[in-house]
């Protein structure tokens, strides 16, 4: 089954640049989703198909995804900022295809 | 603004049918081309997709849950559902139902990203 690897915690300070990385072999041909959870709450989609913004989302929230590796990028980052982050792909290797998460990012702003 | 709505008891005893169901306002669950989810997520962990359903009855499942989980959908209530049979306490959780779109071109059909979710509802399997 494909796996994806993301680093359990990520600190930044504010104003500074989060970078949040997903890793997965040749996840680059595969389209990927990313989410932000606070606690208590729903997750909420940040980025969809590799880098496209949901209205309503900062222009500070951006992607990119290459070879093995996706990237989430918060910039000018915020005390708000601070979540759970969750990349996700649809693993369609099959005629059945199936949602795969990576295992989550805690964002600390220091 | 298109609403999800998660129902169904809270506890579950072991070996028993979890049971929740989804219902969707602000929308029609059979209008557009998306698929409606359940998601689940354990108190401090990831999340864990169960599986989708069309409204035409299509289903597809995680492959390690493939074999106790059955979705279904009732488009006249607007709504879908989930059942996870011979629970444990593994399957304390917290459920999401969520959607998602497919957008097909060239032969070749694919998923967004969860665009709505429900707020959860925490399922507890306990004797």
């Known amino acids: 089954s494909y796996v994806l690897t993301q680093p359990p915690s990520v600190s930044v300070a504010p104003g500074k640049t989060a970078r949040i990385t997903c890793g997965g072999n040749n996840i680059g041909s595969k389209s990927v989703h990313w989410y932000q959870q606070k606690p208590g709450q729903a997750p909420v989609l940040v980025i969809y198909y590799d880098s496209d913004r949901p209205s309503g989302i900062p222009e500070r929230f951006s992607g990119s995804n290459s070879g093995n590796t996706a990237t989430l990028t918060i910039s000018r980052v915020e005390a708000g900022d601070e979540a759970d982050y969750y990349c996700?792909?649809?693993?369609?290797?099959?005629?059945?295809?199936?949602?795969?998460f990576g295992g989550g990012t805690k964002l600390t702003v220091l | 603004q298109v609403q999800l709505q998660e129902s169904g008891p809270g506890l579950v005893k072991p070996s028993q049918t979890l049971s929740l169901t989804c219902t969707v306002s602000?929308?029609?669950?059979?209008?557009?081309?998306?698929?409606w989810s359940w998601i689940r997520q354990p108190a401090g962990k990831g999340l864990e997709w169960i599986g989708r359903i069309y409204t035409s009855g299509s289903t597809n499942y995680n492959p390690s849950l493939k074999s106790r989980v059955t979705i279904s959908v009732d488009t006249s209530k607007n709504q879908f559902s989930l059942k996870l049979s011979s629970v444990t306490a593994a399957d304390t959780a917290v459920y999401y139902c969520?959607?998602?779109?497919?957008?097909?071109?060239?032969?070749?059909?694919?998923?967004?990203?969860?665009?709505?979710w429900g707020q959860g509802t925490l399922v507890t399997v306990s004797s």
């Open positions: 969520a959607r998602t779109e497919q957008e097909c071109s060239g032969g070749s059909c694919y998923w967004g990203g969860f665009d709505y």
């Open positions: 996700q792909v649809w693993d369609s290797s099959s005629d059945h295809p199936y949602v795969v």
């Open positions: 602000g929308g029609s669950i059979s209008s557009g081309s998306y698929y």
